[in-house]
T-cell receptor, first 110, second 115 residues
Framework: GNSVTQMEGPVTLSEEAFLTINCTYT??????LFWYVQYPGEGLQLLLK?????DKGSNKGFEATYRKETTSFHLEKGSVQVSDSAVYFC?????????FGTGTRLTVIP | NAGVTQTPKFQVLKTGQSMTLQCAQD?????MYWYRQDPGMGLRLIYY???????DKGEVPNGYNVSRLNKREFSLRLESAAPSQTSVYFC??????????????FGDGTRLSIL
């Protein structure tokens, strides 16, 4: 069945460090892929998405490229800020259901 | 600029009690969703409503009922609460232009504890 696996956290980085959070998926057909972010005490927000292979989603300095050959959608940011501290969820939609990863907690220290 | 509003934010219940979680959105979205979030399990879909007057089961519907009262409101009811339903509940909505089950806006959550 369809599923998403993301790297377990927590991840702790210093400000301005490079961020990668790995996400791989298992799916039949051609799913859409998403990253959501959850700031402390808040609900999830859609961060970025990609709907077909080789698409790159980007928002707020974050990027992720839909790689069909490696079934991956890794989240990257070149220089993280303290305000990026949050839990990040990778998700997959097969047009009927949305499957979430378990989340990766990122803490950025000054 | 409220977005998705959930009430209450916190609730403690005794086993067997009932309660309704309320959710309203002011974005004129067609689709609304209820999720529960548990440690190490991500978010799991309980029920969703693709349009006013329709509801469908998600991944974990047992022990819950929903009502899509109108386009704005989508409530979640626990008829007889059980400790296994202790969780954080999120309501979400989307305009779902063609993509079912792609929530775009989430409420801030309801933290529910059942003793």
């Amino acid at each position: 069945g369809n599923s998403v696996t993301q790297m377990e956290g927590p991840v702790t980085l210093s400000e301005e460090a490079f961020l990668t959070i790995n996400c791989t998926y298992t799916a039949t057909g051609y799913p859409s892929l998403f990253w959501y972010v959850q700031y402390p005490g808040e609900g999830l927000q859609l961060l970025l998405k990609a709907t077909k292979a080789d698409d790159k989603g980007s928002n707020k300095g974050f990027e992720a490229t839909y790689r069909k050959e490696t079934t991956s959608f890794h989240l990257e940011k070149g220089s993280v800020q303290v305000s990026d501290s949050a839990v990040y969820f990778c998700a997959l939609s097969d047009w009927e259901n949305l499957f979430f990863g378990t989340g990766t907690r990122l803490t950025v220290i000054p | 600029n409220a977005g998705v509003t959930q009430t209450p934010k916190f609730q403690v219940l005794k086993t067997g009690q009932s309660m309704t979680l309320q959710c309203a959105q002011d974005m004129n979205h067609n689709s609304m969703y209820w999720y529960r979030q548990d440690p190490g399990m991500g978010l799991r879909l309980i029920y969703y409503s693709a349009s006013e007057g329709t509801t469908d089961k998600g991944e974990v519907p047992n022990g819950y009922n929903v009502s899509r009262l109108n386009k704005r409101e989508f409530s979640l009811r626990l008829e007889s609460a059980a400790p296994s339903q202790t969780s954080v509940y999120f309501c979400a909505s989307s305009d779902s232009s063609g993509l079912i089950n792609q929530p775009q806006h989430f409420g801030d959550g309801t933290r529910l504890s059942i003793l």
